[in-house]
């Protein structure tokens, strides 16, 4: 039996000696010609590049974007992207959490507030030569740059106003504000709807600890900015006593939400927010976001400008900026593509005003007298807001907690009402003193 | 049954028995080589695949166990378990879910694999649904395919199923835990973790495998290829037995085969199954029997060459041999054979040689016997009308006769005495024509002592030819016939007896003026051409001469009969020898 195997086995060596020596010839030659496919592959230019892009936005915008890369990858078939967008909640936090992985996308979208903070840490790669900027309206350009490099491409430009719904104004009989009011205007139009007002039904957002809405009361009563430029805490506390007690009063009268549903707001989302759910009348908003709220009900709403006072209280700013990792391994592909982006008029066609007015100035020329409907809207609160707007500033470093942590809880401490104005302004006070230098 | 070696061409039968002796030869060691690197190929295959299984379960235990632990870690955490038991005021409910849900999204901030992270429980609040953290009243959780699993267990993972989220349907695998305080049930944590990032887990580094993993229970979590329902193996469950092994499944409604490797670590959750086509596995081993096979032809080739060649070798001068035997002819040209043949083929050549001279022996000694047995026959012949007791008895009577006074008794005895001796001529077939016609003249002359007058005869042979032979006694039958037919009823008649020589032949005519041949239209013709002495005449020249020879009888103008014998002419009598 052994024998037999035995056998069998040199039987079978006989006949693979002499097939490997039949096929010897044709697997060399393959395994000769495999490197050289390689190498030629790596230096072509149509390498295979995976670009990971990552935004925050509304659905309208994501579509948009979508539809951008997807023409990209057309144009450029060996590039195709990972895409990753969310809302605006917690996109921060998640980009932070990645860049300290050095995980961060190859692209992606950055607020103003963030930049210089991210610049200083060394997470943006310097943009300015790998891509084309004079065509950009310069005003929008400073805010990415830090000492005199680019590191972010601004993507457009919104005017800081409010939303309000029209259609419910209306069933009111109330006349809807204009362009220009005052908060005097703003306040007594919340006394004027109070009666009329349905249950459930509320007149604005609890706005007291709200960071973004005090700045424009602060910025119209003429107190400027709430933190200096040089990091210095900068609230005038009578504009601050004045301003929270205008929305004790509301609170008190019913004309802002209880706290509880007040938190469960979320800005454009179908089922969260407020206003889409008919619940409050005004609330603020970015000239770019009014085409995301006429796409949940189409027509029921209109932008007017921030209320003012002695100034202005509404502002134009750069909505948002493009960066680039300097984590990337294809940055030569991400920064074409990123020009691409901002310069190329069939991208900026398809992207339209999802990001604000295009920055590109030749892109936004040729977009605006043929702006849809819905996007007109958005024009107008740019155009009533850019006379005496007030000048955008993102303040000085290293005061994103102060604006991200410690107002969201004197917010909620206001809206939940477990704390006086008084007390709120001091512990505000006594917070930003961590962050001056 | 034919004994075919008896029946079929040699080309043929050495081509046949060739072509199947390298035909088993070859089909054995195709189906032995295949059997053998085939089940080698499996073996191999299964124990590194049973290997690699191994290490993969290891890794995707070690990466599921981390997402275990993450899961308890959360579900004690504090802050959790507070806002879970709901006992605090709305204030420091929303600051605390805000918190949670904040600390819950950097778990997957930080955490790539992690997709969305779920949170049951009562009451739930403030959630966002384009975040990935939700927030879902435990009534909800029945609604959803995890929660099977969960009802016998404090935690358990599910099987692969989609959640919706911002970006769209996502695949996922999800870990649940049931959350107590202290022994309280207050919700569930449903993390979700991405499909894709287990299945490039269970991939590795052969994206073309097909694999699916498993939990303790058999229960199909995630598949790489072809499911389970897919492989045909939902009813084979039961084949898993003990930690690892290896089957073969043959499903049957499509006939495939394939190789069915499983691996359960002991400390391991997981069982993960790999199937490979069985045609994947051999596919080394179908080369090699193609590789066989080919070279099979080719030698299958050589080989009908080779015999082609060899047969015609043998077979050339088999066939020479056999056209040999076809054209060959006694006493003809011969086919020469070829003689440098010094094998068996040598032998028969000569063989057939010897054979052939025996023949043409044979043939000469029967053509000699032949000849000694016609002659024996004419002297037969000769002796019928020969007898030579006559002669004595007549010379007897002779001396009656002149003892009683008998002169024309006894010249008609002495006449036929010379006749007699004439016939015997010491037995020689041959005589002089002097002397043949010497004997007619006797047999007239008894005839004209007969009649007495009115007989005339008259002999008009040239002297020179006198001396040539003719066969004897071949023209007194004739005269004969005339006086005894012609001559019949008259008390005359003529005689004429003419020689001459033509070229090599002598003419002899015998006419007379009697009546000729009347009987001829009468119908009795054999009475003068069929009668004894010319049948016999005749028979002796045939055997004589053969064919060269002729006798004639007719009926002449003026009357009477004529015959005339035409034979060769001969200068001396035919020897015996010939």
């Given amino acids: ?437 | 049954m034919v004994n075919p070696f008896k029946k079929y061409r040699i080309d043929l039968l050495f081509i046949v028995c060739f072509a199947g002796l390298i035909a088993i030869v070859l089909a054995s060691t195709v189906w032995i080589s295949y059997v053998i690197s085939s089940r080698e190929l499996a073996e191999n295959t299964s124990y590194y695949q049973k290997r690699l299984l191994e290490e993969l379960n290891n890794e995707i235990t070690g990466r599921m166990t981390s997402i275990e632990q993450v899961s308890l870690t959360t579900s004690r955490d504090s802050d959790l378990l507070t806002l879970m038991s709901g006992k605090e005021d709305a204030f420091s409910r929303y600051r605390r879910s805000m918190g949670i849900q904040q600390a819950l999204a950097h778990l997957t901030y930080s955490i790539p694999q992690i997709q969305a992270i779920d949170l049951y429980m009562d009451r739930p609040e403030w959630g966002d649904s384009q975040s990935y953290i939700h927030f879902h009243s435990l009534k909800e959780a029945e609604d959803h395919s995890w929660y099977k699993a969960l009802e016998k267990n404090d935690f358990a993972w599910s099987e692969e199923h989609s959640i919706s989220t911002i970006q769209g349907e996502a695949s996922v695998l999800s870990f649940s835990r049931k959350i107590y305080y202290n022994t309280r049930y207050m919700g569930i944590l449903v993390i979700h973790v991405k499909a894709d990032w287990v299945r490039s887990m269970l991939e590795g580094y052969s994206p073309d495998s097909n694999r699916i993993m498993l939990d303790s229970d058999g229960r199909e979590l995630l598949s790489v290829g072809k499911s389970m329902s897919e492989a045909g193996l939902s009813e084979q469950v039961d084949r898993f037995v003990g930690e690892s092994g290896v089957f073969r499944l043959h499903t049957q409604p499509q006939g495939i085969d394939s190789l069915v490797v499983y691996s359960k670590l002991a400390d391991s959750n997981w069982m993960l199954v790999e199937i490979t086509p069985w045609a994947q596995i051999t596919s080394g081993s179908l080369k090699l029997a193609v590789a066989i096979v080919s070279i099979g032809l080719g030698a299958l080739l050589l080989a009908f060459l080779l015999t082609f060649w060899l047969s015609r070798q043998f077979m050339k001068p088999i066939a020479q041999l056999v056209k040999a035997m076809k054209t060959y002819a006694v006493g003809e040209q011969k086919t020469e054979l070829v003689s440098d043949y010094s094998n068996e083929f040598g032998v028969l050549f000569a063989g057939y040689r010897k054979l052939n001279e025996r023949i043409e022996a044979l043939y000469a000694s029967l053509a000699r016997r032949y000849e000694e047995q016609r002659k024996a026959e004419i002297e037969a012949l000769q002796a019928n009308i020969n007898p030579h007791f006559l002669y004595n008895t007549l010379d007897q009577l002779n001396w009656i006769a002149i003892a009683e006074g008998q002169d024309k008794m006894s010249r008609i005895l002495e006449l036929m005495g010379q006749m007699f001796r004439i016939g015997l001529s010491h037995g020689e077939s041959f005589i002089t024509i002097g002397e043949e016609l010497k004997h007619m003249e006797c047999y007239l002359e008894i005839q004209q002592l007969r009649w007495e007058e009115g007989l005339e005869y008259e002999i008009q042979v040239p002297p020179s030819l006198l001396k040539l032979y003719i066969p004897k006694m071949t023209l007194q039958p004739f005269v004969e016939n005339s006086i005894i037919h012609g001559f019949n009823l008259r008390n005359s008649g003529t005689i004429v007896i003419q020689a001459a020589e033509a070229g090599d032949q002598i003419r002899i005519t015998i006419m007379d003026n009697g009546s000729g041949l009347a009987e001829k239209n009468a119908g009795t013709p054999n009475r003068r051409k069929g009668g004894y002495g010319l049948r016999n005449v005749k028979e002796r020249y045939s055997a004589y001469f053969g064919k060269d020879f002729s006798i004639t009888l007719d009926n002449q103008e003026q009357g009477g009969a004529i015959v005339e014998i035409v034979f060769p002419r001969l200068e001396a009598a035919p020897g015996k020898s010939e």
């Avoid at chain 1, 590109?360 to 024009?379: D, Q, T």
């Fill in chain 1, 1 to 437: 039996m052994m024998k037999w195997k035995r056998l069998q086995i040199v039987a079978v060596l006989l006949v693979a000696t002499l097939l490997l020596a039949a096929c010897g010839g044709g697997k060399g030659d393959n395994a000769g010609a495999k490197p050289s496919d390689n190498s030629s592959a790596s230096n072509s230019a149509s390498e295979k590049v995976k670009l990971r892009v990552m935004w925050w936005g509304s659905q309208p915008r994501h579509e948009a974007t979508l539809k951008a890369l997807e023409l990209y990858t057309e144009k450029n078939p060996h590039v195709t992207f990972e895409p990753e967008y969310s809302g605006m909640d917690g996109y921060l936090d998640k980009l932070s959490t990645q860049a300290a992985a050095h995980n961060e996308p190859d692209i992606f979208q950055m607020d103003p507030g963030w930049i210089s903070d991210w610049t200083s840490r060394n997470q943006l790669e310097e943009l300015g030569s790998k891509i084309k900027l004079d065509e950009i309206t310069p005003s929008l350009l400073p805010i990415g740059e830090k000492d005199g490099k680019q590191f972010a491409v601004p993507l457009g430009s919104v005017a800081f106003g409010m939303i309000y719904d029209k259609a419910a104004l209306e069933k009111l009989g109330v006349t809807p504000p204009q362009d220009g009011w005052t908060w005097d205007d703003f306040f007594a139009l919340a006394e004027e709807v109070k009666p009329k007002l349905a249950k459930d039904q509320y007149f604005t957002l609890d706005y007291a600890g709200n960071y973004f809405m005090f700045s424009a009361f602060h910025y119209a009563k003429g107190k400027d900015v709430l933190i200096t430029d040089d990091g210095k805490f900068n609230i005038d506390e009578a504009a601050f006593l004045e301003w929270t007690k205008k929305f004790e009063q509301l609170r008190n009268e019913g004309l802002v939400p209880p706290a509880d549903l007040n938190a469960s707001d979320k800005e454009m989302d179908p089922t969260a927010d407020l206003l889409v759910n008919g619940k409050v009348l005004f609330r603020y908003s970015f000239s770019n976001n009014y085409t995301t709220w006429d796409s949940m009900k189409e027509g029921a709403y209109d932008l007017v400008t921030m209320p003012r006072a002695e100034e202005a209280g509404g502002w134009l700013k750069p909505s948002m900026f493009l960066s680039l990792s300097p984590n990337s391994k294809h940055k030569e592909e991400a920064a074409k593509f990123i020009d691409w982006f901002v310069n190329d008029p069939e991208a900026g066609a398809i992207l339209g005003t999802a990001r604000g007015v295009p920055a590109n100035a030749k892109i936004a020329e040729s977009l605006i007298p043929n702006l849809p409907e819905g996007e007109k809207v958005g024009m107008k609160l740019i155009d009533a807001t850019t006379p005496d707007g007030q000048t955008f500033t993102t303040g000085p470093e290293g005061w994103v907690n102060f604006i991200d942590k410690d107002w969201p809880l004197v917010r909620d401490e206001l809206s939940f009402g477990r704390t006086t104005p008084e007390k709120a302004y001091e512990s505000l006070k006594k917070a930003s003193q961590e962050y001056e230098q």
